[in-house]
């Protein structure tokens, strides 16, 4: 049996369409564009940081602009990749400003946990899932320790002997 449809784009429609996903039993909905926004349009992210990151994007990205294209539409467009190059400014948030972002999250995250009915489904999870420890060291130029690069007895390419 086919477990239902994908929603695409499902972050941007009106807080008051979530609860059809559940009742028409949606498998997937994606939802990146929406925390996205929270954090660029939301409150909290500093003015200065916004600008830097807009300007990143005008620079780095230029040759993604379409004839015809406004600024807004250029960098809604292209401010996703933003965020990896300012992740240290991001990960550094004075704490105001991570605590508004935070909120703004928090409040979609239990607006979509209720309409999409999350609660109750632990068990249904905890069938399908088994999760894995995966060990997060706080990176090196955040005072973490330094990366050590992980080895295998045999390459990608080279008979292991396990017949796969």
């Known amino acids: 049996a086919m477990a239902g449809c994908v929603q695409h784009g499902a972050s941007t429609l009106p807080d008051d369409a979530f609860h059809h996903f559940p009742i028409n039993g949606t498998a997937e909905i994606h939802l990146a564009t929406g925390f996205q926004n929270i954090l660029y349009d939301g409150g909290g992210l500093p003015d200065a940081l916004r600008v830097e990151m807009m300007d990143w994007c005008r620079t780095n990205c ?93 390459g990608v390419f080279d008979d292991d002997g396990s017949g796969e």
Request: no cysteine; glycine share 8%.
């Open 62 to 154: 230029a040759d993604e602009r379409k004839d015809g294209e406004t600024d807004e539409q250029f960098l809604y467009k292209t401010r996703k990749k933003a965020i990896g190059p300012f992740k240290r400014e991001l990960w550094t948030l004075p704490p105001h400003a991570a605590d508004a972002i935070g909120a703004n999250l928090r409040a979609k995250f239990s607006l979509l946990f209720d309409e999409l009915k999350i609660a109750g489904t632990r068990a249904h999870v905890e069938r399908f899932i088994t999760p894995v420890a995966v060990s997060r060291p706080l990176p090196a130029a955040f005072g973490g320790e330094a990366a050590v690069a992980a080895t295998a007895g045999a």
